[in-house]
């Protein structure tokens, strides 16, 4: 059986986030650039550890 | 904290339902969320974490492990299921009917929170159990933490007190638990201090692995999953999380310095110790490391870490439940939290199959998480650009967009079972034994390459051209 309360409230919700003139929208996609930073980062980390740390 | 599901109406309940979160409703920015993200990351099972690695490498090479294995799970995990979580501010396994079907997301949220995360309850009420074994031996010298009966004991004792917070206050444990992080970090760092009191740097360094294998370019590897593995683990959870964040920003750099930093400073915390003790288990370091009195204090609060850790882990998973129908919704909370925590219970009757296996454990859970991991990725990022439907992600089967057949896209689960037979014949997580190839890409890896490349074959080959999915009709953002 349906829960009208959770319908409606979600219905209202629903709106706001699809309304264009609304305050209330999804966020913002993330920039690529902080997925290429945070991948290179990783990356330098990795081989300056692989030099340091690797069993010998 | 309140009791999820009883209050759909009000905006202080949303965050603890399935309903999309407004902006109003969005907690945490960049600092905030990094602070719950460091508190999570420095919880008891970083040192379990540090015990296991330090049984295949000595310190340096722990090191070079940790920071890896870490630092590749944790982007990934980063990106799918925080950043989608948090653009559309949608609980995760709502988001993940995108992906598996309106139907299907809800069987996959059955088996995540079910296995994964009443196996998680449950390692942590064994450890509870072997905590205060330790904390009774040293006091009244028992010999009870070499008996596997007292640890099932103990930890039984531990879930029903996890039930009883769980029905009884919820509220009061969440404040406890904001107590609990501090000085969880305090003990990680005093527990620094003590080490290099007592040994030094060059001591550590040389010493060798609790297990030291033949092969150490594969001693190596097998950390690095461990890792890898360690750091996917926070799949099931981390969603749910990064959907209170303001910014795209707030959800994905937040992990960097929590579940990345954090978990690696507390898990080379626990090879040193491990190291510097000659043992795995953290429970076992306390006492030699701060002496009687300390130790035994340490203990206490370790447990009573572990307890707070127990009923977060939960609610999350009974939280997540609550989402499967409107008739779980109308379940009484006490009743839900009961059936949640009975494979808690089951497990813990058996202490050791877990504690003792950590990596088995670890294995057992990114058996399934990778190959999911790698399929939201795809399906999010690539296949759907970033972009959902929001209103689809809450229309019954037959009338959303991600209906797929009957509300299941068995594409989806077919790359993940790939997946995991990938994960498996790479590594037996049983045996735990690496087979060919595990020594120059793991396991995770590769499950988690091979799901997500046959999610977007499948995908391209046979949803879009039976034009389901709505993979080219995503309507909001």
């Given at each position: 059986m349906p829960d009208p309360?959770?319908?409606?409230?979600?219905?209202?919700?629903?709106?706001?986030?699809?309304?264009?003139?609304?305050?209330?929208?999804?966020?913002?996609?993330?920039?690529?650039?902080?997925?290429?930073?945070?991948?290179?980062?990783?990356?330098?980390?990795?081989?300056?550890?692989?030099?340091w740390g690797y069993p010998r | 904290m309140t009791a999820p599901g009883t209050h759909a109406g009000t905006d202080a309940a949303a965050g603890e339902s399935d309903l999309p979160l407004l902006r109003a409703e969005r907690i945490w920015n960049l600092r905030r969320f990094s602070g719950m993200n460091v508190s999570l990351a420095i919880a008891t099972w970083?040192?379990?974490?540090?015990?296991?690695?330090a049984l295949y490498v000595g310190a340096e090479a722990a090191i070079a492990a940790i920071v890896i294995g870490y630092g590749i799970s944790t982007l990934l995990v980063a990106l799918a299921p925080c950043v989608p979580g948090a653009k559309y501010g949608v609980e995760m396994y709502t988001g993940l009917r995108s992906v598996f079907g309106v139907v299907g997301a809800k069987a996959v949220m059955l088996v995540m929170t079910v296995l994964v995360m009443a196996a998680w309850t449950a390692l942590l009420g064994i450890m509870f159990g072997h905590a205060v074994a330790n904390v009774m031996d040293e006091i009244a010298d028992t010999g009870l933490a070499t008996s596997s009966f007292a640890i099932a004991v103990f930890a039984l004792i531990a879930v029903a007190a996890a039930w009883v917070l769980l029905v009884g206050g919820p509220e009061r444990v969440g404040k406890v638990g904001n107590i609990a992080a501090p000085v969880m970090i305090a003990i990680t760092l005093g527990m620094l201090v003590l080490i290099f009191a007592r040994t030094s740097w060059s001591e550590i360094a040389g010493a060798a692995p609790l297990y030291p294998m033949e092969d150490q370019h594969l001693a190596f590897m097998l950390a690095v999953e461990l890792n890898v593995a360690g750091g996917l683990a926070w799949y099931p959870m981390i969603g749910n999380l990064a959907r209170l964040t303001d910014t795209p920003r707030a959800s994905f750099w937040s992990n960097a310095f929590g579940l990345f930093a954090a978990s690696s400073v507390a898990a080379i915390v626990g090879v040193f110790a491990a190291l510097a003790l000659g043992s795995d288990d953290p429970t076992v370091w306390m006492i030699p490391l701060g002496g009687a009195v300390m130790g035994v204090a340490v203990l206490a609060f370790i447990a009573f870490a572990n307890l707070t850790s127990m009923v977060a882990e939960a609610y999350s998973g009974i939280s997540a439940i609550v989402g499967v129908s409107q008739k779980v919704r109308r379940v009484a909370w006490p009743v839900l939290s009961a059936v949640f925590l009975v494979p808690v219970v089951v497990i813990c009757l058996f202490p050791e199959s877990v504690y003792n296996n950590y990596g088995r454990f670890l294995s057992w859970v990114a058996i399934v998480v990778a190959p999911m991991c790698g399929v939201q990725v795809v399906d999010y990022f690539v296949l759907r650009r970033a972009r959902l439907s929001l209103r689809d992600l809450y229309l019954p089967p037959q009338q959303s967009a991600y209906g797929f057949w009957g509300g299941w896209n068995w594409v989806a689960f077919a790359a993940v079972a790939l997946g995991a037979l990938t994960y498996v014949a790479l590594l037996h997580p049983v045996h735990y034994e690496p087979n060919g190839g595990f020594e120059y890409v793991g396991a995770s890896i590769p499950a988690l390459v091979v799901a997500g490349a046959v999610h977007w074959l499948g995908t391209q080959l046979v949803v879009r051209r039976c034009g389901r999915g709505g993979y080219r009709d995503e309507r909001v953002g």
């Amino acid at each position: 059986m349906p829960d009208p309360t959770f319908d409606e409230e979600l219905e209202r919700r629903l709106r706001l986030l699809e309304d264009p003139a609304s305050p209330e929208q999804v966020l913002d996609d993330l920039p690529a650039r902080d997925v290429a930073l945070a991948a290179l980062g990783l990356a330098v980390l990795a081989v300056v550890l692989l030099i340091w740390g690797y069993p010998r | 904290m309140t009791a999820p599901g009883t209050h759909a109406g009000t905006d202080a309940a949303a965050g603890e339902s399935d309903l999309p979160l407004l902006r109003a409703e969005r907690i945490w920015n960049l600092r905030r969320f990094s602070g719950m993200n460091v508190s999570l990351a420095i919880a008891t099972w970083a040192f379990l974490q540090g015990g296991a690695v330090a049984l295949y490498v000595g310190a340096e090479a722990a090191i070079a492990a940790i920071v890896i294995g870490y630092g590749i799970s944790t982007l990934l995990v980063a990106l799918a299921p925080c950043v989608p979580g948090a653009k559309y501010g949608v609980e995760m396994y709502t988001g993940l009917r995108s992906v598996f079907g309106v139907v299907g997301a809800k069987a996959v949220m059955l088996v995540m929170t079910v296995l994964v995360m009443a196996a998680w309850t449950a390692l942590l009420g064994i450890m509870f159990g072997h905590a205060v074994a330790n904390v009774m031996d040293e006091i009244a010298d028992t010999g009870l933490a070499t008996s596997s009966f007292a640890i099932a004991v103990f930890a039984l004792i531990a879930v029903a007190a996890a039930w009883v917070l769980l029905v009884g206050g919820p509220e009061r444990v969440g404040k406890v638990g904001n107590i609990a992080a501090p000085v969880m970090i305090a003990i990680t760092l005093g527990m620094l201090v003590l080490i290099f009191a007592r040994t030094s740097w060059s001591e550590i360094a040389g010493a060798a692995p609790l297990y030291p294998m033949e092969d150490q370019h594969l001693a190596f590897m097998l950390a690095v999953e461990l890792n890898v593995a360690g750091g996917l683990a926070w799949y099931p959870m981390i969603g749910n999380l990064a959907r209170l964040t303001d910014t795209p920003r707030a959800s994905f750099w937040s992990n960097a310095f929590g579940l990345f930093a954090a978990s690696s400073v507390a898990a080379i915390v626990g090879v040193f110790a491990a190291l510097a003790l000659g043992s795995d288990d953290p429970t076992v370091w306390m006492i030699p490391l701060g002496g009687a009195v300390m130790g035994v204090a340490v203990l206490a609060f370790i447990a009573f870490a572990n307890l707070t850790s127990m009923v977060a882990e939960a609610y999350s998973g009974i939280s997540a439940i609550v989402g499967v129908s409107q008739k779980v919704r109308r379940v009484a909370w006490p009743v839900l939290s009961a059936v949640f925590l009975v494979p808690v219970v089951v497990i813990c009757l058996f202490p050791e199959s877990v504690y003792n296996n950590y990596g088995r454990f670890l294995s057992w859970v990114a058996i399934v998480v990778a190959p999911m991991c790698g399929v939201q990725v795809v399906d999010y990022f690539v296949l759907r650009r970033a972009r959902l439907s929001l209103r689809d992600l809450y229309l019954p089967p037959q009338q959303s967009a991600y209906g797929f057949w009957g509300g299941w896209n068995w594409v989806a689960f077919a790359a993940v079972a790939l997946g995991a037979l990938t994960y498996v014949a790479l590594l037996h997580p049983v045996h735990y034994e690496p087979n060919g190839g595990f020594e120059y890409v793991g396991a995770s890896i590769p499950a988690l390459v091979v799901a997500g490349a046959v999610h977007w074959l499948g995908t391209q080959l046979v949803v879009r051209r039976c034009g389901r999915g709505g993979y080219r009709d995503e309507r909001v953002g």
